[in-house]
């Protein structure tokens, strides 16, 4: 049983900040590439930014240079700093990653969390 659970989301005004996380727990034996996804009310979900095992990164074209994405591998979290939020900002985010699993890292799948909403609105 694996879990990804996010914390962080709120109401913030437009160019204020926040932080999310992304907390992975249960039988895991590792985690290879992770990412934040968001969706707006109406739209399709789309990928936020990555991050590889290795903190190999990349970010969409409408939050690059605002937020920064991070992980602390030996705390099995995700980070994603949002900065200089604009009311298009406004979306659930979700975590999402690749769980390597089994007695000796045999097989991987991929696990989604249940999401966490920003709001940008003054």
């Known amino acids: 049983q694996v879990q990804l659970v996010e914390s962080g989301g709120g109401l913030v005004q437009p160019g204020g900040s926040l932080r999310l996380s992304c907390a992975a727990s249960?039988?895991?034996?590792?985690?290879?590439?992770m990412g934040w996804y968001r969706q707006a009310s109406g739209k399709e979900r789309e990928l936020v930014a990555g991050?590889?095992?290795?903190?190999?990164?990349n970010y969409a074209d409408s939050v690059q240079g605002r937020f920064t994405i991070s992980r602390d591998n030996a705390k099995r979290t995700m980070y994603l700093q949002m900065n200089s939020l604009k009311p298009e900002d406004t979306a659930v985010y979700y975590c999402?990653?690749?769980?390597?699993?089994?007695?000796?890292?045999?097989?991987?799948?991929?696990?989604w969390g249940k999401g966490t909403l920003v709001t940008v609105s003054s």
């Open positions: 999402n990653a690749d769980i390597v699993m089994g007695s000796m890292g045999s097989y991987f799948m991929n696990f």
């Open positions: 249960g039988s895991i034996f590792g985690i290879n590439g």
């Open positions: 991050i590889s095992s290795g903190g190999r990164t």
